[in-house]
């Protein structure tokens, strides 16, 4: 016997999404990965593992990190969505994005946003984070071409940012 597959309902959001307002019919139950990625063509946030492992899906609410993987679109309705897109203003890289470019803190870049990303998190947490900081917070963003030495030159350098 075929089992009928529950009806899907859709909900109209308003979304914040890189400080312009978004209103999608969004299904219940999605993703913000999937609404940023599918909906919105924002496709610096990335699908690895879907399960708040590897860090490839960070954007930021609020100012904050979080796996968009693990989160529900609904859940962030009236929040502040920041996706790498959206972190360079008029034509200018951010000052994280640049101290990546200068220290060569990526290779296939694939963790690139994500980590860039939980980068300003961290520092927006922390003016002059310490090392062990830095790794203790950046645990999250996994990067399987080894670039950790670079990244932490890279945020080494964003203290100056912050001075
Ligand atoms: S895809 Fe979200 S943490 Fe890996
Ligand atoms: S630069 Fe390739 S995964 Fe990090």
Do not use: W
Not at 44 to 52: D, E, L, V, Y
Not at 73 to 95: C, D, F, M, R, Y
Not at 152 to 158: E, F, I, K, M
Request: aromatic share 4%; charged share 15%.
């Amino acid at each position: 016997m075929n089992k009928a597959k529950p009806m899907m309902s859709n909900r109209t959001l308003t979304l914040q999404v890189n400080g312009q307002p978004q209103t999608l019919e969004v299904p219940s139950g999605q993703i913000l990965l999937e609404t940023l990625r599918e909906a919105l063509d924002l496709v610096g946030a990335r699908n690895s593992c879907g399960i708040g492992m590897c860090g490839t899906c960070t954007v930021l609410v609020d100012g904050m990190a979080i796996s968009s993987c693990l989160t529900l679109t609904a859940q962030v309705e009236g929040k502040h969505i920041t996706t790498i897109e959206g972190l360079s203003q008029n034509g200018q890289l951010h000052p994280v994005q640049q101290a990546y470019i200068d220290h060569g803190a990526f290779q296939c870049a694939y963790c690139t946003p994500g980590l860039i990303l939980s980068t300003v998190a961290l520092l927006n947490e922390h003016v002059n984070p310490d090392d062990a900081t830095v790794r203790e917070y950046l645990a999250g963003n996994l990067c399987r071409c080894g670039s950790y030495v670079n990244i932490l030159n890279a945020v080494r350098a964003c203290h100056t940012i912050n001075d």
